[in-house]
């Protein structure tokens, strides 16, 4: 009978074994994905329209895929970010994770979804370094446990007078603050987070690269059960062979161009003395529209540099640069009355914007509708058959955009509707805008980069006040 009891309770033993859930089946089971990430502007934060970040978009589209709601844990530093995975408290971190040797020993990625180099940073009135060995008479800092720190471990084997200040009470935003406010001379960053925000801190310059192109991928824990893995891997060929892994990078990096320190420090500057003028004009506007007063205002500056009395050679004016013939049909009377310019702006805007069609969400149809608004609706169309005729998507901005430049060349207009037109002025007038628009943003909404109180990781402790959006342009921020 002993023996009896002792196989059936093996064998019980064993089912439960086979039927345990699987990493996937629990999350299912539960009906929530966690995901812990951390503040920046490439990965994740709270904007007046809830929360964005290519991290989070990534992660709530496989939330959505998996039937589960998503749950977002903001850690305040990449130590903490870790430990929340080693201990459980989140199913996968998505944070710009950079892949090394030294990670993948201690967490499984993901299939990488984008690629990054290290550079090292300085402020433009300060000595270019021209080597790894003259960093030995500057002060560095870096993100304690993060991909930056890791290397200049790797870099002090080979050039043993390199010596760096390691932070958990900062971001990666405030040390690019910190160095465009000459508190520190040099920080090592992604390509990508420099890219966004040499435009907040146009000071800032790239001495070199640190390294070659390097993977970021999602991290989860290292166990034995690969179902969750396998589910990730099998989002991202899905998103990447469907285009929307491209429309993503292209929503959050399309606008970034060759960087223009004169236009953006004159944009500054005109933020400050300019903008402060016309902006309840811009607001009144938007209400009447329901359009964003900020994008109006990014409008604005592309057509006039808020000079209500500009004229350009083709006879549009004011400040939104209306014809005579828009003006007319809108009832504006004076071109160059500020009020009647942006009212008579705002409502042309809104009617091109209802012409796109509604299955193109945001922030697609805005990108369309600005090019509409340029260069006008019937040669946008135009673009758009061109782009689905050479086996792009009419519906998406990224391959929209590199079809614009065909309506002056001979060949492709000829097979358009509405003729040539000057197809490379609306990209550069949407990309422009979409530049001067993420600026105003960050300006009017200083605190955007704070993560939300009740997102914080369990049991981690508070960081510091993040400096990075208090600081950006804070003579910008003080006129509104």
Same mark, same amino acid.
Do not use: C
């Given at each position: 009978?002993?023996?009896?009891?002792?196989?059936?309770?093996?064998?019980?033993?064993?089912?439960?074994?086979?039927?345990?859930?699987?990493?996937?089946?629990?999350?299912?089971?539960?009906?929530?994905? *966690?995901?812990?990430?951390?503040?920046?502007?490439?990965?994740?934060?709270?904007?007046?329209?809830?929360?964005?970040?290519?991290?989070?978009?990534?992660?709530?589209?496989?939330?959505?895929?998996?039937?589960?709601?998503?749950?977002? %844990?903001? @850690?305040?530093?990449i130590g903490d970010l870790f430990e929340a995975?080693?201990?459980? #408290?989140?199913?996968?971190?998505?944070?710009?994770?950079?892949?090394? @040797?030294?990670?993948?020993?201690?967490?499984?990625? /993901?299939?990488?979804?984008?690629?990054?180099?290290?550079?090292?940073?300085?402020?433009?009135?300060?000595?270019?370094?021209?080597?790894?060995?003259?960093?030995?008479?500057?002060?560095?800092? *870096?993100?304690?446990?993060?991909?930056?720190?890791?290397?200049?471990? #790797?870099?002090?084997?080979?050039?043993?007078?390199?010596?760096?200040?390691?932070?958990?009470?900062?971001?990666?935003?405030?040390?690019? &603050?910190? %160095?465009?406010?000459?508190?520190?001379?040099?920080?090592?960053?992604?390509?990508?987070?420099?890219?966004?925000?040499?435009?907040?801190?146009?000071?800032?310059? *790239?001495?070199?690269?640190? /390294?070659?192109?390097?993977?970021?991928?999602?991290?989860?824990?290292?166990?034995?059960?690969?179902?969750?893995?396998?589910?990730?891997?099998?989002?991202?060929?899905?998103?990447?062979?469907?285009?929307?892994?491209?429309?993503?990078?292209?929503?959050?990096?399309?606008?970034?161009?060759?960087?223009?320190?004169?236009?953006?420090? %004159?944009?500054?500057?005109?933020?400050?003395?300019?903008?402060?003028?016309?902006?309840?004009?811009?607001?009144? @506007?938007?209400?009447?529209?329901?359009?964003?007063?900020?994008?109006?205002?990014?409008?604005?500056?592309?057509?006039?540099?808020?000079?209500?009395?500009? *004229?350009?050679?083709?006879?549009?004016?004011?400040?939104?640069?209306?014809?005579?013939?828009?003006?007319?049909?809108?009832?504006?009377?004076?071109?160059?009355?500020?009020?009647?310019?942006?009212?008579?702006?705002?409502? &042309?805007?809104?009617?091109?914007?209802?012409?796109?069609?509604?299955?193109?969400?945001?922030?697609?149809?805005?990108?369309?509708?600005?090019?509409?608004?340029?260069?006008? &609706?019937?040669?946008?169309?135009?673009?758009?058959?061109?782009?689905?005729?050479?086996?792009?998507?009419?519906d998406t901005w990224s391959d929209v955009k590199?079809?614009?430049?065909?309506?002056?060349?001979?060949?492709?207009?000829?097979?358009?509707?509405?003729?040539?037109?000057?197809?490379?002025?609306?990209?550069?007038?949407?990309?422009?805008? #979409?530049?001067?628009?993420?600026?105003?943003?960050?300006?009017?909404?200083?605190?955007?980069?704070?993560?939300?109180?009740?997102?914080?990781?369990?049991?981690?402790?508070?960081?510091?006040?993040?400096?990075g959006g208090v600081n950006i342009s804070t003579?910008?921020?003080?006129?509104?």
């Amino acid at each position: 009978m002993m023996a009896i009891l002792a196989m059936a309770l093996l064998l019980l033993a064993w089912q439960g074994y086979l039927t345990r859930p699987t990493l996937l089946q629990q999350i299912r089971r539960n009906g929530e994905l *966690v995901v812990v990430t951390r503040v920046s502007p490439t990965t994740y934060y709270e904007a007046k329209s809830g929360p964005t970040g290519l991290e989070y978009d990534l992660t709530k589209l496989f939330a959505d895929q998996l039937g589960v709601k998503l749950r977002v %844990v903001v @850690a305040p530093n990449i130590g903490d970010l870790f430990e929340a995975l080693a201990t459980g #408290r989140a199913d996968i971190a998505a944070a710009g994770l950079t892949v090394t @040797a030294e990670r993948k020993r201690r967490f499984r990625f /993901s299939k990488p979804y984008m690629t990054v180099k290290e550079q090292l940073i300085y402020r433009s009135d300060h000595a270019r370094p021209k080597d790894v060995d003259s960093l030995s008479n500057g002060s560095i800092e *870096v993100l304690a446990d993060s991909a930056q720190d890791n290397l200049l471990r #790797r870099l002090k084997k080979t050039y043993p007078r390199l010596h760096w200040q390691r932070t958990t009470k900062r971001s990666g935003e405030d040390l690019l &603050y910190r %160095v465009w406010n000459r508190e520190i001379d040099y920080t090592v960053a992604d390509s990508d987070e420099m890219a966004l925000d040499q435009s907040f801190y146009p000071e800032l310059k *790239v001495a070199f690269n640190l /390294s070659g192109p390097e993977n970021l991928a999602w991290a989860l824990p290292r166990t034995g059960d690969n179902s969750l893995l396998r589910a990730v891997n099998g989002f991202f060929d899905r998103i990447e062979a469907n285009g929307t892994l491209k429309r993503l990078k292209e929503k959050y990096y399309g606008h970034i161009k060759d960087f223009d320190y004169v236009g953006t420090k %004159v944009f500054l500057r005109d933020v400050t003395q300019k903008l402060p003028k016309y902006r309840k004009y811009f607001v009144g @506007a938007a209400k009447a529209t329901g359009l964003d007063w900020r994008l109006l205002a990014a409008m604005s500056y592309q057509e006039s540099h808020w000079d209500p009395k500009a *004229v350009s050679p083709t006879g549009v004016r004011g400040l939104m640069m209306l014809t005579q013939d828009t003006a007319h049909h809108l009832g504006v009377d004076n071109r160059l009355n500020p009020e009647q310019s942006i009212t008579g702006g705002a409502e &042309y805007f809104k009617h091109v914007r209802q012409r796109i069609p509604d299955a193109i969400k945001e922030p697609i149809r805005t990108w369309l509708a600005l090019a509409a608004y340029n260069i006008g &609706y019937g040669h946008l169309e135009d673009a758009r058959i061109l782009t689905k005729k050479r086996g792009g998507n009419p519906d998406t901005w990224s391959d929209v955009k590199k079809n614009l430049p065909l309506l002056s060349q001979r060949h492709w207009y000829r097979q358009t509707a509405h003729g040539y037109a000057r197809g490379w002025e609306p990209v550069r007038y949407v990309e422009n805008i #979409r530049s001067y628009y993420n600026l105003l943003k960050r300006i009017t909404e200083p605190n955007m980069m704070q993560p939300p109180p009740s997102q914080a990781a369990s049991g981690a402790p508070k960081a510091a006040p993040h400096d990075g959006g208090v600081n950006i342009s804070t003579e910008a921020q003080s006129a509104f």
